[in-house]
């Protein structure tokens, strides 16, 4: 049995195997009872993934104007934090392992999904996104800069994420710094403008993320705690000049912390991975906690790099979405569902939970 299947502890977090599956924004939580997960359609959807030795959830933003597209779930109200719980007893009662994907899309999004709010950046550098909201294709706005005063008050949102992900039955976090999110956005010098201690330096541009970290750090423990990185990602307009600079700290100080893993998005999200500018090699070997590789892999690719140690788990997100059984599957090498783009972000169960399993497989 390749390593790919063999138990392993991510942080203070047994699992049962090293297949992970990605955060996946899927578009289908209760906008009218306030972005709240747990319906029947969510809660079976994850149950018929639960062969993953770990799921990371779909982005679910800390606050309401953390939103950027349409009927994603929350993890700042009780409501929300109740929603999630049945989904995460199923997967416990199906013996996988669950992290919540806290997230805060910054600059990505429109007032049509904020309530009416104008999007928060570090700097107020419009991006060249399209926002989809229920008024069609948006374009998203220039956003406004946030304040110290409304930084202390964003890191102390995750703080409030990372608590009610535990109070919601997760077994940790992850924090979204990937993908031109919000943290990103603080990262990279084509989106952070800033001449206070939040800008300009390497270490001031990593300052915010670190104090993501450690505020979820000291509500949770190091061992619970996960960051998803994308240094070379060009996803919604992000850009830096130097991303071996910038991320290189970054996973140095991460290291410091001992936190449970990095997440590490390897190119292109979705797309090349061949895209230069970062050494993941090098973070591999610097970085001691657990590193979960990302990124357009297969099966072949997948035990190649748990066996040659390149990685210590591998995510999978397209592949997972029209293979409920994928463990299964990569096992017996059994052939794969092909995912179908047109439903990926739809409402309803069409292309969220009926994809066939081996076992009912026409
Ligand atoms: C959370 C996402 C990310 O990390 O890029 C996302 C959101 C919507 C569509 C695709 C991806």
Known sequence: LSKLFQPTRIGDIEIANRVVMAPLTRSRADEAAGDVPGSEMNIEYYRQRS?????????????????????????????????????????????????????????????????????????????????????????????RALSSDDIKQVVAEYRRGAANAIRAGFDGVEIHGANGYLIDQFLRDGTNKRTDVYGGSVENRARFALEVVDACIAEIGAGRVGIRLSPVTPSNDISDSNPQAVFGYLVEELNKRGIAFIHFVEGATGGARDVPGFDFAWARKTFKGAYIANNGYDRAMAIQAVESGHADAVAFGRLFIANPDLVQRLKKNAPLNVPDPKTFYAPGPVGYIDYPALGNAA
């Open 51 to 143: 062969n993953a030795g770990l799921i990371i959830s779909e982005g679910t933003q800390v606050s309401p104007i953390g939103k950027g597209y349409m009927a994603t779930p929350g993890i700042y109200s009780d409501a929300q934090v109740e929603g999630w719980k049945p989904i995460t007893r199923a997967v416990h009662e199906a013996g996988s392992k669950i992290v919540a994907q806290i997230w805060h899309v910054g600059r990505v999004s429109h007032p049509d999904l904020t309530g009416g709010v104008q999007p928060v950046a570090p700097s107020a550098v419009k991006p060249n996104v399209t926002a989809y909201t229920h008024n069609g294709k948006v374009d998203a706005p220039e956003p």
